[in-house]
């Protein structure tokens, strides 16, 4: 791919590969009306388009949006992640004003006692 394409030539290129306007719209949920408006005026990209276009295109982030993207951005990878059991996942935060078994005298101290259920999931090292 040609690195020395400006954002507008890089979208064009982009509509290209999709095989149409209507095509990268498609990609983008928009309607084909909108990716004219962005070729016709010379616009970018909208940012939130961005990373589906290039999945679909091929056509690097950094040429379509090089001020959200610069070439030499570096992501580090990272160090630690969340793992979590699926099986034991529940509504962590499931609260009712009126529990089942709760009488009416006792209510009011269920707004005291909301306190979040543990979430089972636990941070590894990687």
């Known amino acids: 791919m040609d690195l020395s394409l400006t954002p ?18 498609r990609v983008c949920g928009i309607s084909q009306a909108a990716v004219w408006k962005w070729l016709a005026n010379g616009k970018h990209l909208p940012a939130e388009h961005v990373l589906r276009v290039e999945k679909a295109t091929g ?5 379509l949006r090089p001020d959200i993207y610069p070439e030499d951005l570096h992501v580090r990878p990272a160090l630690s992640s969340v793992v979590c059991d699926p099986g034991s996942l529940s509504n962590a935060y499931h609260f009712s004003d009126t529990p089942a078994g709760r009488t009416a005298a006792e209510a009011p101290a269920a707004a005291a006692d909301r306190s979040p259920i543990p979430f089972p999931c636990k941070e590894v090292q990687g």
């Open 8 to 25: 507008s030539q890089s979208l064009e290129r982009a509509v290209a590969i999709a095989g149409s306007q209507s095509a990268l719209a």
């Open 59 to 63: 056509v690097p982030r950094s040429l």
